[in-house]
């Protein structure tokens, strides 16, 4: 608890120094539009901010406590930094740097991200067209991916979760109790090395492939780590978990006969 407390005067004062020298703060219930290029920017309490066509921020911007912090096509973020319970939610344009800490949540529905880390507790989710170059999942916090593109790698580390389905990733990891769901059907492993267990864990490093549900669209995806103290879980979609229930009561039946 003590860390904790340690932890939130620690962000309080960060975003107290940052609101000092920003050129924007939006408080309260306030509500702020962004068209022009600013340098470093605050939103806090219950506040709402929108970055526009033409809105550039060349510094960082941070979402505290209840604020929501919104980037739309056109516009231009270089950092975004989300504490407390703040949000940020991309619709288009572009993030460079994009952390969410503690509680924070981020919606990522289009538009691009350079570099993605999700701390503390956090939520991100990541559908749509969005596309983001690399993720880390780290420390506690929650992903759930259902569509997009990650170019590089999805990690998570330090008892992490993330579940995918659906989107094209092209890496994934797992390390340090890390848990990576991927729901869907008609998995297979593209490794020699490889393996999937009765229960769906996958062991090894290589290649799988499978197909989303609901748009049956098949997919290839690299496992760079896959930690002994991690899982990377194949799950299978809902229709087929049904179809194996099914079955398994079928088999049920005719034993007690």
């Excluded at 911007?61 to 209840?66: E, F, G, R």
Aim: hydrophobic share 40%; aromatic share 8%; with cysteine.
């Amino acid at each position: 608890m003590k860390v904790s407390y340690v932890l939130m005067a620690a962000v309080l004062a960060l975003v107290v120094s940052a609101a000092a020298r920003a050129d924007f703060v939006v408080d309260g219930n306030n509500h702020r539009d962004i068209r022009e290029a600013h340098v470093t920017g605050v939103a806090f309490d219950d506040s709402t901010v929108d970055v526009w066509q033409d809105g550039n921020i060349s510094g960082i911007v941070y979402a505290s406590d209840n604020a929501v912090f919104r980037v739309h096509e056109g516009s231009y973020v270089e950092k975004a930094w989300s504490y407390g319970d703040g949000s940020i939610e991309l619709y288009g344009g572009h993030i460079r740097w994009l952390r969410m800490r503690e509680t924070g949540i981020a919606m990522i529905q289009g538009g691009s991200v350079y570099s993605l880390i999700s701390e503390k507790d956090s939520t991100v989710n990541i559908l749509g067209d969005a596309w983001v170059q690399s993720f880390s999942v780290e420390d506690d916090s929650h992903a759930i991916v259902s569509g997009g593109a990650i170019e590089y790698y999805l990690r998570a580390r330090n008892s992490s979760t993330v579940r995918i389905s659906g989107g094209n990733i092209s890496q994934i990891g797992a390390y340090d109790r890390g848990i990576i769901e991927v729901i869907g059907y008609d998995f297979r492993v593209i490794s020699e090395y490889m393996d999937i267990d009765d229960n769906g864990k996958l062991s090894g490093i290589g290649a799988i492939s499978g197909k989303w549900y609901g748009s049956g669209e098949a997919w290839i995806m690299g496992v760079q780590g896959n930690h002994e103290d991690a899982a990377i879980l194949l799950i299978p979609e809902p229709a087929t978990l049904s179809l194996l229930l099914c079955g398994g009561l079928a088999v049920m039946r005719r034993r007690r006969r």
